[in-house]
């Protein structure tokens, strides 16, 4: 059975805006961009740098620390100097809560 | 330190080779001999992307405490050339002020002035060489006003960077050109130490006053600034000359460029893959270890080369080809804990110039009659750039 992780009333996470969910030690970033849900790993690649932290574009996001670039959907690293992929979940509104898949 | 036994490929190695166009030596090392002793340079050559990927990131293995480093030869001991606990002491000093939302939020207000300025100096005229008129100034102003170095002209900060680069990439011990390096190197130090006095009185919120709050000694910080002439004033301009040079090479590309702003970020980090400006990261043996199946000692001074890495068909389709739909993350920046701290300010040192000029000038093409001749193995960019945009 899947089991979905509660992470926020869809109304309180505004476009552009991150909320980080699950385990302290390997916490997931479920963020709002260019109107869709997406979750990956909050953690860099790189030098394990929280990405809650960086710049969501459209589809993108970038670690504050040293700019590596993922893809949302995706999770590829686009830009140094990460090169490991993130893990991405998947995320859906369920009476009016956002809920992330972390199947792991 | 055991003398590494030399290949006749490794042997027929010259540094005339490597400077005049790396890429084909590259090749062929990668395919027949992809960990190499070059004897010319006194380096293993490391080329498949996997081996420079496991050296940049094994530093347990693979020190960044070289010897024979030129680099620390000319510079003194730097945050390239130290790992560990004295690396993060160094780093953390320059990394602030480098963060991509800090960069952002300054950046801009200092590049572009100093970009508008150069392309009125030259936009009456039916063309111009972009490299001395417009890369390398544009390049060594904005870092030099970002790292807080007062009014130096753009020909002293042009002639600093490429004397300290002489040095660096002086494998070969060639005392002439390690002369160079440590006249211009002094000249340095009796310029930027008053200014260094000054900051510790009153810092500035410059990076250069950052680097002195942190915990390093007058000596790192003279050593770390003398590093962030040479990585940052040279190879942004050395950047922007080789996308320039990318794109006016493929007038397609180029087209598509013009019609998307989109495609700006891809088409420069595509061309940073393609024609990377910083050849290698240099390392040191700590321990036996193979690599590629060839044995190497404690002491062996390796190259991991970051611009054959991002040739490798073995992690890249059609690596030899300008492709601006690529995607992957590049090694030109470096890989691992030394990749470059300034790669956020470096990335708006090259797109800012760059949409400005293309902007400027809609009729933007290579001068032909001029052949444009890269150079350069260690630091590779175009020697001139003749354009024009009648």
Redesign the interface.
């Known amino acids: 059975m899947e089991e979905w992780t509660d992470v926020c009333a869809d109304a309180d996470l505004a476009e552009g805006a991150m909320v980080v969910v699950g385990d302290a030690d390997d916490p997931v970033a479920v963020a709002r961009a260019g109107g869709r849900l997406y979750a990956c790993d909050d953690t860099c690649t790189?030098?394990e740098c929280p990405l809650s932290d960086?710049?969501l574009t459209d589809g993108e996001i970038?670690?504050?620390?040293?700019?590596?670039v993922f893809d949302l959907r995706t999770g590829?690293?686009?830009?140094?100097?990460?090169?490991e992929s993130v893990r991405t979940y998947r995320v859906r509104v369920e009476d009016g809560r956002v809920e992330v898949l972390i199947d792991r | 330190v055991s003398t590494p036994t030399t290949s006749d490929l490794g042997a027929s190695i010259t540094v005339e080779a490597l400077e005049a166009d790396p890429f084909p030596i590259y090749a062929r090392l990668r395919e027949e001999e992809p960990v190499c002793f070059v004897p010319a340079v006194g380096l293993h050559l490391v080329t498949r992307w996997d081996d420079v990927q496991h050296v940049a990131t094994h530093p347990d293995v693979f020190t960044a405490e070289v010897d024979a480093s030129p680099l620390a030869r000319t510079l003194g001991r730097n945050v390239l050339t130290v790992d560990g606990a004295d690396h993060a002491r160094m780093r953390a000093g320059m990394d602030a002020p480098m963060r991509p939302r800090a960069v952002e939020g300054y950046a801009p207000g200092v590049i572009e002035p100093i970009a508008r300025r150069h392309l009125d100096a030259i936009a009456d005229g039916p063309g111009a060489e972009l490299m001395s008129t417009y890369c390398e100034p544009v390049s060594v102003l904005a870092l030099g006003a970002v790292m807080g170095l007062g009014d130096l002209d753009a020909d002293t900060l042009r002639r600093w960077f490429g004397d300290l680069a002489t040095g660096g990439a002086n494998f070969e011990q060639d005392p002439g050109k390690q002369a160079v390096a440590d006249a211009t190197s002094a000249e340095i130090d009796a310029r930027v130490d008053p200014l260094l006095d000054q900051l510790e009185r009153e810092p500035d919120g410059s990076v250069l006053a950052h680097m002195l709050a942190a915990d390093a000694t007058r000596a790192e910080v003279r050593s770390n600034l003398k590093l962030i002439l040479l990585g940052g004033m040279q190879e942004p301009g050395h950047a922007l000359g080789i996308c320039m040079w990318a794109l006016l090479t493929h007038p397609d590309t180029l087209a598509r460029v013009r019609a998307d702003g989109g495609l700006v970020r891809p088409a420069i980090e595509e061309a940073l893959r393609w024609h990377s400006p910083v050849g290698t990261q240099t390392r040191q043996v700590t321990r036996p270890v193979t690599l590629s199946g060839v044995d190497l000692e404690p002491g062996d001074a390796i190259a991991a080369v970051l611009a054959s890495a991002n040739r490798d068909d073995r992690h890249w389709a059609e690596a030899d080809r300008y492709d601006v739909d690529r995607r992957g993350a590049h090694a030109a920046f470096g890989l691992g804990a030394h990749h470059c701290a300034g790669a956020p300010l470096a990335r708006h040192e090259v797109r800012l110039p760059l949409e400005m000029l293309l902007d400027r000038f809609p009729r933007l093409r290579l001068d032909p009659g001029h052949q444009v001749e890269l150079s350069g193995w260690e630091f590779r960019a175009p020697t001139a750039l003749h354009v024009r945009w009648d």
């Open positions: 790189h030098e960086g710049m970038e670690c504050p620390c040293h700019g590596s590829e690293a686009l830009t140094g100097p990460a090169l």
